[in-house]
């Protein structure tokens, strides 16, 4: 049993440790964002063509990251395995592109064998790597400097710290390049149309407004027939209208309120218990925007209307919370 707690100790220690060395790595990289880091974002924002990014090994694992979150947030972007480009894939890189070589040692076989068909089409290099005097470094147009004082791991071998650097780093440039472009929440969910964000700022009001059943009543309903439009719509409100156009709304806060202020309440009609000026939305708006626009009246509901003013809907505050 001690013997159990020794080794859970000392693993617990050891977590503890290389969490430290890469949290110190990280610490020294923000000295490394300097003037460099400018002329790469500027290379790949006058770039005509996409960030192509190649690495191998690790590297590769961090590019395809790197890659990733650029497409995602307005810079296009893709990756290239550089043993796969050298048997074929080099047809998928274009003039106009911009190539983002990722390779700690900076001396990566696989990536410097690619320089030359790059400087022949006359592509941007940029280095993401950990020597400054390297071949790849040589090459290149503009240098991302990754350099750790050591790995995190035990022999100081295995990439850790390094990787953990570069990937912060290609987040970085992410979104330094984001930012510059003006990228906006509306733009990222168009990029994932499927994602919970994409449903909050993609989706419309139509598409989970209630509309069936509604809550209606006349601006000369009783209060008991308020009470029980109320209570069988199952939302807390009540719609009244005039018509079939809408006049007003009675919650249940109006409800309280006439039950307090009125020695007779139970005579009251509809029209003298209504908010007269109630938050709607058309159904064909933004869930982001309703959801914005209820926050702002501090409201849990908006009554959905058409061009006309007749309420075709409700939308509750819970239907647009991200699921």
Same mark, same amino acid.
């Given at each position: 049993?001690?013997?159990?707690?020794?080794? %859970?100790?000392?693993?617990?220690?050891?977590?503890?440790?290389?969490?430290?060395?890469?949290?110190? /790595?990280?610490?020294? *990289?923000?000295?490394? =964002?300097?003037?460099?880091?400018?002329?790469?974002?500027?290379?790949?924002?006058?770039?005509?063509?996409?960030?192509? $990014? $190649?690495?191998?090994?690790?590297?590769?694992? =961090?590019?395809?990251?790197?890659?990733?979150? *650029?497409?995602?947030?307005?810079?296009?972007?893709?990756?290239?395995?550089?043993?796969?480009?050298?048997?074929?894939?080099?047809?998928?890189?274009?003039?106009?592109?911009? /190539?983002?070589?990722?390779?700690? +040692?900076?001396?990566?076989?696989?990536?410097?064998?690619?320089?030359?068909?790059?400087? !022949?089409?006359?592509?941007?290099?940029?280095? *993401?790597?950990?020597?400054? @005097?390297?071949?790849?470094?040589?090459?290149?147009?503009?240098?991302?400097?990754?350099?750790?004082? &050591?790995?995190?791991?035990? @022999? @100081?071998? /295995?990439?850790?710290?390094?990787?953990?650097?570069?990937?912060?780093?290609?987040?970085?440039?992410?979104?330094?390049? +984001?930012?510059?472009?003006?990228?906006?929440?509306?733009?990222? /969910?168009?990029?994932?149309?499927?994602?919970?964000?994409?449903?909050?700022?993609?989706?419309? $009001?139509?598409? =989970?407004?209630?509309?069936?059943?509604?809550?209606?009543?006349?601006?000369?309903?009783? #209060?008991?027939?308020?009470?029980?439009?109320?209570?069988?719509?199952?939302?807390?409100?009540?719609?009244?209208?005039?018509? !079939?156009?809408?006049?007003?709304?009675?919650?249940?806060?109006?409800?309280?309120?006439? #039950?307090?202020?009125?020695?007779?309440?139970?005579?009251?009609?509809?029209?003298?218990? *209504?908010?007269?000026?109630?938050?709607?939305?058309?159904?064909?708006?933004?869930?982001?925007?309703?959801?914005?626009?209820?926050?702002? @009246?501090?409201?849990?509901?908006? =009554?959905?209307?058409? %061009?006309?003013?007749?309420?075709?809907?409700?939308?509750?505050? &819970?239907?647009?919370?991200?699921?």
């Amino acid at each position: 049993m001690q013997q159990v707690e020794h080794c %859970v100790s000392k693993a617990a220690r050891i977590g503890r440790e290389v969490v430290a060395a890469e949290v110190k /790595a990280l610490n020294e *990289m923000a000295t490394k =964002v300097n003037g460099s880091f400018g002329e790469s974002v500027d290379i790949i924002m006058q770039a005509k063509g996409r960030v192509v $990014v $190649v690495g191998m090994g690790k590297s590769g694992l =961090v590019g395809k990251k790197i890659a990733a979150t *650029m497409a995602s947030t307005g810079t296009a972007s893709f990756f290239v395995h550089p043993g796969e480009a050298y048997h074929g894939d080099l047809g998928m890189i274009r003039p106009s592109d911009v /190539a983002l070589l990722i390779s700690n +040692s900076g001396e990566t076989e696989e990536v410097i064998r690619l320089i030359p068909f790059l400087q !022949d089409q006359g592509n941007k290099v940029i280095a *993401m790597t950990g020597a400054m @005097n390297s071949t790849l470094a040589k090459n290149a147009h503009a240098i991302l400097d990754v350099s750790v004082p &050591h790995e995190a791991c035990n @022999n @100081n071998l /295995a990439p850790t710290s390094s990787t953990t650097a570069a990937l912060v780093m290609g987040d970085a440039l992410a979104v330094a390049l +984001s930012t510059l472009k003006e990228f906006k929440p509306e733009d990222f /969910a168009r990029f994932h149309p499927g994602g919970s964000l994409g449903r909050k700022l993609l989706g419309r $009001v139509q598409d =989970v407004m209630h509309n069936k059943d509604l809550p209606t009543c006349g601006v000369g309903a009783t #209060m008991k027939d308020v009470v029980h439009t109320i209570t069988s719509g199952r939302m807390g409100v009540a719609l009244v209208v005039k018509g !079939d156009v809408l006049c007003g709304v009675i919650t249940d806060g109006d409800l309280r309120r006439a #039950m307090e202020n009125h020695d007779d309440p139970l005579s009251l009609k509809a029209e003298q218990i *209504m908010s007269t000026s109630p938050c709607t939305i058309g159904q064909t708006e933004r869930l982001s925007t309703a959801e914005a626009r209820m926050h702002e @009246n501090k409201i849990g509901c908006l =009554v959905v209307v058409d %061009v006309d003013q007749k309420p075709v809907g409700i939308l509750n505050v &819970h239907d647009c919370q991200v699921k």
